[in-house]
């Protein structure tokens, strides 16, 4: 009955931007951190942001100061502003929820393409 669905992903020039969304249903999204992650052909997952409950954000190098992670508790909602999108930004994006408390709270979306290219 959990249920993360991602959308927003598409195909944007090198600086363009490009804002993903995560819809949550089935989980009391506030008890949650919130992340999004990617993964590119060839490589690794990697995580990109994530936003605690409280409203605290961490960032991979890579995206800091370009992306932004943000959250809707009220409407289960969580955001990534994605702007100045560079070649090595393409990938699937997910969305993820992780209970700090129970590991075995994790859940996944489906995940959403992201192409960067000219």
């Known amino acids: 009955q959990v249920q993360l669905v991602e959308s927003g992903g598409g195909l944007v020039q090198p600086g363009g931007s490009l804002r993903l969304s995560c819809a949550a249903s089935g989980i009391a999204m506030n008890l949650y951190v919130m992340g999004w992650y990617r993964q590119a052909p060839g490589k690794q997952r990697e995580l990109v942001a994530y936003i605690t409950n409280g409203g605290s954000t961490n960032y991979v190098d890579s995206v800091k100061g370009r992306f932004t992670i943000s959250r809707d508790n009220d409407q289960k909602m969580v955001y990534l502003q994605m702007n100045s999108l560079e070649p090595t930004d393409p990938a699937i994006y997910y969305c993820?929820?992780?209970?700090?408390?129970?590991?075995?709270?994790?859940?996944w979306g489906q995940g959403t393409q992201v192409t960067v290219s000219s």
């Open positions: 993820n929820a992780r209970s700090p408390q129970r590991d075995i709270l994790n859940f």
